[in-house]
């Protein structure tokens, strides 16, 4: 029996996706699009959303839809398996917005810690905008127009899952059942969950300037796996390092595979260090021990990163000469995206009593009552 899974999940395009984007969510969406163990699976570029906080920077918006497109491609997501969007394509969802604000209330928006930290961090202190303070409210309508069972999606999202579950409790108990609650389906490893940024901030972030993108080259790659943040106590190849809180560990701990040791041995032909390992254990206890320097693990880690890569960026080339052919695959995923959200409105709508015209017992009724008076 097909399952009844519906995956959805989006990004929003305020720049190109970078590799916490794809250790945090990305792979596994491939994976779950290949699997094919799903009735529908959705992948939608929230344009609306990432307007909330950018309302006077909309060319920047514009220019990073397409660069998200690219990297959804370059991934190995396929617009023959699931359906690719582009959010504010659909109005459908902004109507549903509209009605789930009326089950949500201001103190509630206050409380979701994602809002809580992004408003902290933006320093909109008195002046955030409306649109930003109740995006949880659309992001729930991007889940439930969907009827999404399942949204793949990093730790940060976890309140935005949980208020989206309110809204359909609060909607399903007042109107009947209609909507469904969606599971969040998050990384299965630590390093995984949250990536730091090349230079050990807890998180990669386009303005902190610590990201290694999708897209960047092979030389970029390496200049900034060079400057890595290590362990600042590990001055000589001798000295005993520490491997909790060093960055390079952790991006082997979220991309290395064992059959990497095999693989990228032969890339240290050569060194002054042979490169014997067979498992990041055995590599993270010599670390541990004294006696291997941080070029080696980086000039791993570079390989491994290289060997994942590299076949993302011949892909994203490749799309990059028909840009035409990626707008026309996105918006055949916006027709089919209006149908899905389209069925769930009219539901929505009945289930609301704000349907009129085609509710021929409501107009016999009313017409009976008035003609009797
Ligand atoms: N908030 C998500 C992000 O910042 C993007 C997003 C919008 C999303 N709507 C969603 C993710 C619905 C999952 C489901 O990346």
């Given at each position: 029996m097909a399952s009844d899974k519906i995956i959805l999940t989006g990004d929003r395009p305020t720049g190109r996706l970078h590799i916490g984007h794809y250790v945090g969510s990305l792979r596994r969406r491939v994976e779950l699009q290949n699997e094919g163990d799903y009735k529908k699976m959705f992948v939608f570029i929230a344009d609306a959303q990432a307007l909330t906080d950018n309302i006077e920077n909309p060319e920047k918006v514009r220019q990073n839809v397409i660069e998200v497109a690219l990297d959804y491609l370059s991934v190995g997501l396929d617009p023959e398996k699931i359906t690719i969007f582009i959010q504010s394509q659909v109005p459908e969802l902004t109507e549903l917005s509209f009605y789930y604000m009326d089950l949500v209330t201001v103190s509630r928006l206050q409380r979701n810690p994602t809002v809580k930290t992004e408003i902290a961090m933006r320093n909109f202190e008195a002046s955030i905008p409306v649109g930003f303070f109740t995006y949880p409210i659309s992001q729930a309508a991007d889940i439930t127009a969907f009827k999404a069972t399942t949204v793949p999606v990093g730790e940060d999202q976890l309140p935005m899952l949980e208020q989206a579950r309110e809204i359909v409790r609060k909607f399903n108990s007042i109107y009947g059942e209609t909507l469904v609650e969606a599971e969040a389906l998050l990384p299965s490893n630590a390093a995984c969950m949250r990536l730091p940024g090349t230079d050990g901030k807890a998180k990669m972030s386009k303005s902190l300037g610590n990201c290694i993108y999708l897209s960047d080259s092979s030389e970029e790659l390496w200049n900034k796996v060079k400057g890595m943040h290590t362990d600042?106590?590990?001055?000589?190849?001798s000295d005993p390092g520490h491997i909790e809180g060093n960055c390079v560990f952790i991006y082997l701990d979220a991309f290395c595979r064992p059959e990497h040791f095999a693989k990228f041995r032969d890339a240290f032909i050569g060194k002054k260090v042979s490169f014997e390992f067979n498992s990041l254990d055995e590599l993270k206890a010599k670390y541990q021990e004294g006696g291997l320097g941080d070029m080696m693990i980086k000039k791993f880690l570079y390989e491994i990163l290289e060997d994942t890569l590299g076949p993302i960026r011949e892909r994203r080339k490749k799309y990059e000469q028909d840009i035409p052919a990626v707008y026309e695959m996105l918006r055949k995923g916006c027709e089919e995206a209006r149908k899905a959200a389209g069925e769930t409105l009219d539901e929505v709508r009945r289930a609301m009593k704000i349907t009129y015209f085609d509710d021929e017992e409501l107009i016999k009724e009313q017409s009976e009552r008035f003609a009797s008076k």
């Amino acid at each position: 029996m097909a399952s009844d899974k519906i995956i959805l999940t989006g990004d929003r395009p305020t720049g190109r996706l970078h590799i916490g984007h794809y250790v945090g969510s990305l792979r596994r969406r491939v994976e779950l699009q290949n699997e094919g163990d799903y009735k529908k699976m959705f992948v939608f570029i929230a344009d609306a959303q990432a307007l909330t906080d950018n309302i006077e920077n909309p060319e920047k918006v514009r220019q990073n839809v397409i660069e998200v497109a690219l990297d959804y491609l370059s991934v190995g997501l396929d617009p023959e398996k699931i359906t690719i969007f582009i959010q504010s394509q659909v109005p459908e969802l902004t109507e549903l917005s509209f009605y789930y604000m009326d089950l949500v209330t201001v103190s509630r928006l206050q409380r979701n810690p994602t809002v809580k930290t992004e408003i902290a961090m933006r320093n909109f202190e008195a002046s955030i905008p409306v649109g930003f303070f109740t995006y949880p409210i659309s992001q729930a309508a991007d889940i439930t127009a969907f009827k999404a069972t399942t949204v793949p999606v990093g730790e940060d999202q976890l309140p935005m899952l949980e208020q989206a579950r309110e809204i359909v409790r609060k909607f399903n108990s007042i109107y009947g059942e209609t909507l469904v609650e969606a599971e969040a389906l998050l990384p299965s490893n630590a390093a995984c969950m949250r990536l730091p940024g090349t230079d050990g901030k807890a998180k990669m972030s386009k303005s902190l300037g610590n990201c290694i993108y999708l897209s960047d080259s092979s030389e970029e790659l390496w200049n900034k796996v060079k400057g890595m943040h290590t362990d600042p106590l590990h001055l000589q190849v001798s000295d005993p390092g520490h491997i909790e809180g060093n960055c390079v560990f952790i991006y082997l701990d979220a991309f290395c595979r064992p059959e990497h040791f095999a693989k990228f041995r032969d890339a240290f032909i050569g060194k002054k260090v042979s490169f014997e390992f067979n498992s990041l254990d055995e590599l993270k206890a010599k670390y541990q021990e004294g006696g291997l320097g941080d070029m080696m693990i980086k000039k791993f880690l570079y390989e491994i990163l290289e060997d994942t890569l590299g076949p993302i960026r011949e892909r994203r080339k490749k799309y990059e000469q028909d840009i035409p052919a990626v707008y026309e695959m996105l918006r055949k995923g916006c027709e089919e995206a209006r149908k899905a959200a389209g069925e769930t409105l009219d539901e929505v709508r009945r289930a609301m009593k704000i349907t009129y015209f085609d509710d021929e017992e409501l107009i016999k009724e009313q017409s009976e009552r008035f003609a009797s008076k």
